[in-house]
């Protein structure tokens, strides 16, 4: 269709500009104004229609996002129309006309811009992807995905602002998909890793990835890699590291290289976040931020149940004692009565309510005390599925409901509902995959409460609640994905349940578990929780920089599914008493204590406060041991505290030495697959040193 000199809609064509991937641009007037007119190639509208229906096409998507967006570093739509002749039609999309060029033109010119002007081009370029990374789609998520990102597509003006264009190929992140094939959408050099081996299922983290590429380029007027060919540059996209910005100019100054290192990063939990973060993290080049260092010295986390005389003594005794988990569905039960109240009156400890949501998703939570009276249980008998809360209404009311539930109980750190993902209760056809469900379903109640929490209770700390199973962190794809989904969720922490981590577990899962762990926390600096580990274990994870660990008192120490099919605890006819020199807890008869009395002759009696000048009888009684239990954890916490990470580890592969040797003298209690977890423990954390810390 020709265009130059004709009229269309009011629209004036008066010049060519450029041409584009499908279309080409022109400068039209009307009412006296300019403005900028895309006009599609009808070929490539056609292809289009017949794939995805005439409401579906890529042109009405970038019709539709380009109308949501408004910001003075984006370009502004202003209109859009179709017209026909003889030879078909054609699609017209109007913005307003900026006069300036692209900044592919002046690098092509100047091939690299001084830091001072390229930091603040890059500081327009971030502004104008927060504005686009922010904006509301039609589901429950914000965003729009650039996924073109590029010199072209930005234009510099003569007051040296920027415009970003070509938006339209973006992806609103709701439930629509722009590329339904996972095709690769995007230019070269500027591609991030996950756009080339999955573009369908990228996230904003892509578009920091390709900022990155830009400021690298307009520092060296290089790409981060050198190439040839293009199957060449994707295969160093996707394994290579890129070339160091100083390597290519010296003069490049160290923060603003490591700033483009983390963004070049291959996988998106090791990039900024968002764009507020490096937005921050240019701020802090020329001047101090204030900016929020979480809290990841050493905790442990009481899970209670019926503690209310042990926490009662032991507070008196220790006041600094200062964290609980208390099961919110024990509010009402006998057994816990006046538990909760007690430790609402004690400023010193901070209180999590585990919202017992994981119980839901079990036809056994009829038969559990307290999860009944639960406001957000199912009605009629029903369990927490994923199709259950597959309606965004209701997931938006099960949060609100669970939210509310905690700070009625008055929690001091919020937990997202969650569930074991690995549910093996739940049956699917053959075509639908319950563990993918249950993430994908548990990742949005994640964000769906940081929304209602931002909104209504502000003030509160929020943590990620995770049930998984532990095995699945064998793969180091899949540790990778859980990597890159929890470090992009908002949340101030994470507490996470691994089934099943104990005594038995096998050592190569038990590594995986405890690398996870560390490089979950590493990579977010949140404080990350593990749930249900026992104390030997924990005390290993905070010496290794983990932020807390969760046990009951010389019980709940492992965290498996069978808990949630189960209605409740059966009785015990033992007692569990903590020995530190063997790091574990030992089961010891009600009846008769001869174990104990044969372990005690040969490592010594305890002498902390609640076990010294005491009878064997009432040491192992479950009050004492409870008391023993806190006494010494909380005396191992506070030693670490004091100490340096180098010193706390070399202290901890000490600790597991002397049990080792402990044991050696009990060959005649106990056998020596009894104690062959401490020689895994051994070698895992030894491994683990190694990785992280040497």
Known sequence: MALLNKTFNGYKFISFINKGGFGAVYKAEKDGKAHAIKVFHEEYILREFKKHGEENNRLQREIDIMKSASHKYLVKYVDDFISEDETGKSYFLVMEFIE?????????????????????IFKQILEGLQSLHNIRGEGSDRGIIHRDLKPANIIVQENGEIKIVDYGISKVIDFTSLTSTGDIIGTGPYMSPEQITDSKHIDKRSDLYTSGVVLYEMLTGYFPYDFQYQPELIEKIRNDPPIPPRRRDIAISNKV?????????????????KVSEILQAIDLLTKPIEMKHNDLSPKFYLRLYT????????????????????????????????LLENIKK?????????????????????????????PYTPENYEVITPEYLKEYSKQQEYVKQVLDKQIELEADILLSPFHYTHNSSTGYGPDRNPTEEWFDLDCKLTKESVDYKNAQYSEKEIYMGVCIRADSLHDEKTKKYLLNTFSSLDTDGFLIYADCIDNDTKEVTMFHYVDFLIELQKW??????????NAGLGLGLLSFGIAGFTSGTARFESFYEDLYKESGPAYNMYSRYYFPELLTTVAISRKAQTKFDQITSALGICNCYFCNGKDNPEIVKDK???????????????????????????????????????????????????????????????????????
């Open 100 to 120: 300036g060029i692209n900044l592919r033109e002046i690098l092509d010119k100047d091939e690299k811009l001084p830091e001072d002007r390229s930091l603040g």
């Open 257 to 273: 290289e490591n700033i483009i290192l983390k963004l070049l990063e291959k996988n998106p939990y090791q990039r900024f976040a």
């Open 307 to 338: 503690d209310k005389t042990v926490l009662e003594e032991f507070t008196k005794r220790n006041s600094k004692f200062g964290n609980v988990v208390f099961p919110a569905n024990l509010e009402n039960v006998s057994a816990c009565k006046g």
């Open 346 to 374: 004690d400023s010193n400890i901070t209180i999590i309510i585990d919202p017992a949501t994981v119980r839901l998703a079990y036809p056994a939570y009829t038969e559990t005390k307290g999860v009944c009276e639960l």
């Open 524 to 533: 977010t600096q949140k404080p990350v929780i593990a749930g249900r580990v």
């Open 624 to 694: 004492n041991a409870h008391l023993h239990f806190l006494e010494i954890v909380s005396n191992d916490i506070e030693t670490l505290i004091t100490l340096s990470r180098n010193e706390a580890i070399t202290r901890y592969l000490l600790q597991i030495n002397t049990a080792i040797e402990n044991y050696d003298q009990l060959k005649g209690v106990f056998k020596t697959d009894e104690y062959s977890f401490l020689y895994k423990w051994k070698n895992i954390f030894t491994k683990l040193e190694e990785k992280h810390y040497v």
